[in-house]
């Protein structure tokens, strides 16, 4: 029981330190679905290590679509925004509204580039600041690369 308490705290720090929604459904995940194996089945650690597996891997593919709409606003930005010119949204998932800059493409290494400055503002109000850089693919699509 010891080391399943351990786990699960385990599981709730790295879900406070996820950098994005497929993490920290994947960590929030593993620790609902290690609490629920715990609790049903007759051995405490099986249960806990079945649910803590499956609860990470559904959790993160929730996560994952969540972020897909920040993904493709990003792409949106990059590929019809003028440059310097910001671009707001809301994430109503997640409650963070968005200000994207996007700055002049560059060809560089035989690839067309675009920094692009995120800054996100959460609900308790803080503020974060990414500055990214995307390259077009040879399908046309951009691809974030940090």
Same mark, same amino acid.
């Given at each position: 029981?010891?080391?399943?308490?351990?786990?699960?705290?385990?599981? !709730?720090?790295?879900?406070?330190? &996820?950098? /994005?929604?497929?993490? !920290? *459904? #994947?960590?929030?995940?593993? =620790?609902?679905?290690?609490? @629920?194996?715990? =609790?049903?089945?007759?051995?405490?650690? !099986?249960? &806990?290590?079945?649910?803590? *597996?499956?609860?990470?891997? @559904?959790?993160?593919?929730?996560?994952?679509?969540?972020?897909?709409?920040?993904? +493709?606003?990003?792409?949106? @930005?990059?590929? /019809?925004?003028?440059?310097?010119?910001? @671009?707001? $949204?809301?994430? %109503?998932?997640?409650?963070?509204?968005?200000? #994207?800059? %996007?700055?002049?493409?560059?060809?560089?290494?035989?690839?067309?580039?675009?920094?692009?400055?995120?800054? &996100? +503002?959460?609900?308790?109000?803080?503020?974060? +600041?990414?500055? #990214?850089?995307?390259?077009?693919?040879?399908?046309?699509? $951009?691809? =974030?690369?940090?």
């Amino acid at each position: 029981m010891k080391h399943l308490i351990a786990c699960i705290l385990f599981l !709730s720090l790295l879900t406070g330190c &996820a950098a /994005n929604q497929a993490q !920290s *459904g #994947a960590g929030l995940g593993g =620790l609902i679905g290690a609490t @629920v194996g715990a =609790l049903t089945f007759k051995n405490k650690i !099986s249960g &806990a290590a079945i649910g803590a *597996g499956v609860g990470a891997a @559904v959790g993160y593919m929730v996560g994952n679509e969540m972020d897909k709409g920040d993904r +493709t606003r990003v792409a949106h @930005v990059l590929e /019809n925004a003028p440059s310097e010119e910001p @671009v707001y $949204w809301d994430n %109503p998932d997640r409650h963070v509204r968005y200000r #994207a800059v %996007p700055h002049p493409p560059r060809r560089r290494h035989g690839r067309i580039e675009r920094d692009v400055t995120l800054r &996100a +503002t959460m609900p308790d109000g803080r503020h974060e +600041t990414v500055h #990214a850089r995307a390259y077009r693919q040879p399908d046309g699509t $951009w691809r =974030l690369v940090r």
